[in-house]
């Protein structure tokens, strides 16, 4: 499997992991295990990634190429995606600037609104995503940034392997 398919199954997982925490409620422990081994790889794979974007402004600046080409592109397929995307950023800074464990109406209410403006902005970003320029651009910034992962951690491969094969598991014992 290619380091771009690596690292799209990887962070698939926060989509995936929504689905499992409510059913991970009514699990067995074996699914419940297999959950946290995938929660556990999950945020070393998170961690890894943010410390490579951190550690390489070449890494950075494709990734914000690569937001822009998607923004650009929603907003080229329904132009009021410029307020929204606006708002996001807005709400973004918001946050970002908000205190570690700040759990003020204020900020809540900004969690719930960046929420609410990325839930409409979804469909646009997955018809974006559809564009061949994007999907280059997005390949060459996975494989960039699993090669700088890499050189943080070279066991960023098995740390991969092991969230893929639990989610595999899972997958397969909620098929039966």
């Known amino acids: 499997m290619s380091y771009p398919s690596k690292l799209i199954l990887a962070v698939a997982f926060s989509i995936f992991s929504t689905t499992l925490l409510a059913q991970q409620q009514q699990a067995d422990p074996q699914q419940q295990q297999l959950y946290m081994q995938m929660m556990q790889a999950s945020q070393?794979?998170?961690q890894l990634q943010q410390q490579a974007f951190d550690q390489s402004d070449e890494?950075?600046?494709q990734r914000d190429d690569l937001i822009s080409m998607i923004d650009?592109?929603?907003?080229e397929i329904d132009p009021a995606a410029e307020g929204l995307i606006t708002r996001r950023d807005e709400l973004i800074e918001t946050l970002e600037a908000a205190e570690a464990g700040d759990q003020?109406?204020?900020v809540q209410d900004a969690s719930a609104e960046y929420q609410s403006t990325m839930q409409e902005l979804e469909q646009l970003q997955?018809?974006?995503l559809q564009d061949n320029a994007i999907q280059t651009k997005q390949a060459e910034v996975q494989q960039s940034a699993?090669?700088?992962?890499e050189e943080i951690d070279p066991?960023?491969?098995?740390?991969i392997a092991r969230f893929n094969d639990?989610?595999?598991q899972l997958m397969q014992m909620q098929q039966q």
């Open 44 to 46: 070393q794979i998170q």
């Open 104 to 106: 003020s109406q204020a």
């Open 72 to 75: 650009d592109r929603m907003i």
């Open 155 to 159: 066991d960023v491969e098995n740390i």
């Open 166 to 168: 639990a989610r595999m």
């Open 59 to 61: 890494l950075s600046a």
């Open 126 to 128: 997955q018809q974006a």
């Open 146 to 149: 699993m090669q700088v992962m």
